[in-house]
């Protein structure tokens, strides 16, 4: 009977969660509806609320976004809109860094996440999964001796919250495993073991 019991917690547990995450971003992005004058909003002449209309427009208006941004008067208008945030103090040093990052992960021309590392923390000798965000820049390079690299160590089992760390780039070691990878090992906290790893255990001890 415990057997039958566990064999339906690993099915419904990893659905249960699944579907959590979903229902909290798509209520997220279900927010959008809110922008909308009352008598627009689709509960009002559905007469009820229907999940994922939010996310639907959400998305609309990231597409039209992007389609409007791509030509020259909505290139000139973003530049607008950046130089009339740049004269505000405190929402220039928000706007301009989180656009900054967003640019490096999203363009696809950057450096960060897209290689997992083997680095020590939080004492020498243990060791935790990292990701490379970039390299020092600036006056942080100039105090340092020799080559760094810029790294995020998440945190188990949220990897949204970590640390931001400055290692020298010697005691870094690249993994071959993706980004994805390891990202499933963090958040199992070691269980999931990624693919490559299995395959090199199997092929090293061929008798367990």
Known sequence: MKRYFITGLLIWVPLGITLWVLSLVIGAMDQSLLLLPPNARPAHWLGMNVPGLGTLLTLLVVFLTGLFTTNIVGQR??????????????????????????????????????????????????????????????????????????????????????FFLIVPRADAIELDMSVDDALKYIISMGVVVPAERTQQLARTYPGD
Do not use: C, M
Request: net charge positive; charged share 15%.
């Open 77 to 162: 208008l973003v530049l607008f809109w950046e130089a009339a945030l740049g004269r505000i103090p405190i929402v220039k040093s928000i706007y301009y860094s989180v656009k900054q990052v967003s640019d490096t992960l999203f363009s696809g021309r950057g450096e960060a996440f897209r290689k997992a590392l083997l680095v020590q923390y939080p004492r020498a000798g243990t060791w935790t999964i990292a990701f490379q965000t970039g390299h020092p820049g600036g006056e942080v390079e100039a105090k340092l001796a020799g080559s760094h690299l810029s790294v995020y160590v998440p945190t188990t089992p949220n990897p949204t919250s970590g």
